[in-house]
T-cell receptor, first 116, second 114 residues
Framework: DGGITQSPKYLFRKEGQNVTLSCEQN?????MYWYRQDPGQGLRLIYY???????QKGDIAEGYSVSREKKESFPLTVTSAQKNPTAFYLC???????????????FGEGSWLTVV | AQSVTQLGSHVSVSEGALVLLRCNYS??????LFWYVQYPNQGLQLLLK??????LVKGINGFEAEFKKSETSFHLTKPSAHMSDAAEYFC????????????FGQGTELSVKP
């Protein structure tokens, strides 16, 4: 089945650790996105990539890093610089991310990150 | 900057009653508009979207939304609520000159009473 796979579903991080959330899509989409969801705050964009080997910061990029070495993969690293990382993280993709948008953005099932 | 406002963080209706979830956007140029639904601990699923075709958009699960430019609104409705409609609903916009990024409202949690 085509879709977006995020792993792991649940992840625990100790203070000072970096952790990486995986996101893989087999939809042949050019654009991929990472959103953070906190209760009562909707979703906020962390990073997005419109094409392989290129990505841009979203609204809350501080303390996060990404890479886009392959079209189907867009991993997110939550670094120790992110002071409040506990949240639900959602990966998404769309067929293109260009200005001729209105394309549907599809979401994965999400990953819970908790700092312990 | 573009923003999206969802009136009411929590809406409660009885089973069989009308569902109305409100969404207003701020933009002089109508953006592309979306409604997503999220069930607990899951990702978001697209209900419907407006991309400047018909102003009344029909989506999945019996939902529909009407784009009203004069009111900068895109309210979501369903004539008769079902217990399975209980979920969180998000209105989102993609500004026409900012690529494919989505700007989300705060979300509205819908409860359905038997």
């Amino acid at each position: 089945d085509g879709g977006i796979t995020q792993s792991p579903k649940y992840l625990f991080r100790k203070e000072g650790q970096n952790v990486t959330l995986s996101c893989e899509q087999n939809l042949n989409h050019d654009a991929m996105y990472w959103y953070r969801q906190d209760p009562g705050q909707g979703l906020r964009l962390i990073y997005y990539s419109q094409i392989v080997n290129d990505f841009q910061k979203g609204d809350i990029a501080e303390g996060y890093s990404v890479s886009r070495e392959k079209k189907e993969s867009f991993p997110l690293t939550v670094t120790s610089a992110q002071k409040n990382p506990t949240a639900f993280y959602l990966c998404a993709s769309s067929i293109t991310g260009g200005t001729a948008s209105g394309n549907t953005i599809y979401f994965g099932e999400g990953s819970w990150l908790t700092v312990v | 900057a573009q923003s999206v406002t969802q009136l009411g963080s929590h809406v409660s209706v009885s089973e069989g009653a009308l569902v109305l979830l409100r969404c207003n956007y701020s933009s002089s140029v109508p953006p592309y508009l979306f409604w997503y639904v999220q069930y607990p601990n899951q990702g978001l699923q697209l209900l419907l979207k407006y991309t400047s075709a018909a102003t009344l958009v029909k989506g999945i699960n019996g939902f529909e939304a009407e784009f009203k430019k004069s009111e900068t609104s895109f309210h979501l409705t369903k004539p008769s609520a079902h217990m399975s409609d209980a979920a969180e609903y998000f209105c989102a916009v993609t500004p026409r000159n900012q690529g494919g990024k989505l700007i989300f409202g705060q979300g509205t949690e819908l409860s359905v009473k038997p």
